[in-house]
DNA sequence: TCTTCATGGACAAGTTGCTTGTCCATATGG
DNA sequence: CCATATGGACAAGCAACTTGTCCATGAAGA
């Protein structure tokens, strides 16, 4: 009956706990120089196509906010802005080597931390909880509201 | 295959929708000078016999970090501070009236929030994912690692 | 009992990752 | 063409943390 605390909760925790076991296998890879954030930075990256402004919007923040972590990610050589054929304001951003190296090692990791729920569930059972969770939970930003 | 890519991501995207949810229900009931972090506060202090310290570990930040909320939420009148019985250092924190009525109404937004929950997996089904959220997810600080 | 170390808490300052506010150049639609 | 919207840059401000330091009290060993 108690469940709904427990289950918000337990969530909660379940994400952190996810988001800090990847970090940490990331880092451990030798990307000490990159924040969560990132990742999801570079998932959205990957896909191409991205401006600073799309990618404001898949992580929740401003424009001022997302422009600022990509001229860190641009100084660190994650990231290279190339001008837009169509659009002579914006820039299209694009993964270098290392950005590619370490959207390959988050993809890795994130499977690394899945494994023990695999394993519990079962591949059966996980499947579904995916396709639940893929049905319930509306797409939105990227990001924890604390 | 890919599902844990997805699944991590998910898993934050639920967690982050939860807050969300939570917090807006629970500013809607007249609590607007509480941020989320503030609930979980009020979820361990409602157990009873615990110190800023203590409060310090079970939201994993440092005890200065506890310091400057629990002052916050002594100033807005939902904390007291008592002396502690055994320890002249320590003071026990309590829950005003108002406190206990902030931490009522955040028990209501999270059975609120899980409801789709409950009805899209069943009662049975249901369970089943909170005991293996209870049994995979180590105990840890309640806190977005970002 | 005395000494030593650990712990709860307070005070101060610094850091950071975001925000709002403003501006410009370019695109788009009437 | 002109009005409005949009991508982006620059600047300043802020809130929620951090580290660093200190003190009073408690706990444990010689």
Excluded: N
Aim: proline share 5%; hydrophobic share 50%.
């Amino acid at each position: 009956m108690d469940d709904a605390l427990a289950f918000s909760a337990l969530v909660l925790a379940l994400s952190g706990q996810l988001v800090q076991e990847i970090h940490a296998r990331v880092s451990q890879q030798g990307f000490e120089d990159l924040r969560p954030a990132h990742g999801f930075a570079f998932a959205r990256i990957s896909l191409g196509g991205a401006t600073t402004a799309d990618l404001a919007e898949h992580l929740g923040v401003t424009k001022q906010a997302a422009a600022q972590l990509v001229e860190e990610l641009v100084r660190k050589g994650y990231v290279v802005r190339h001008p837009h054929p169509h659009d002579a304001r914006a820039r299209l951003l694009g993964l270098t080597e290392a950005g590619w190296a370490a959207t390959r090692a988050a993809d890795q990791a994130a499977r690394a931390a899945v494994v023990p729920w695999r394993e519990a569930l079962g591949e059966a059972r996980f499947s579904e909880l995916v396709a639940d969770l893929t049905r319930l939970t509306p797409p939105g930003p990227i990001r924890p509201v604390w």
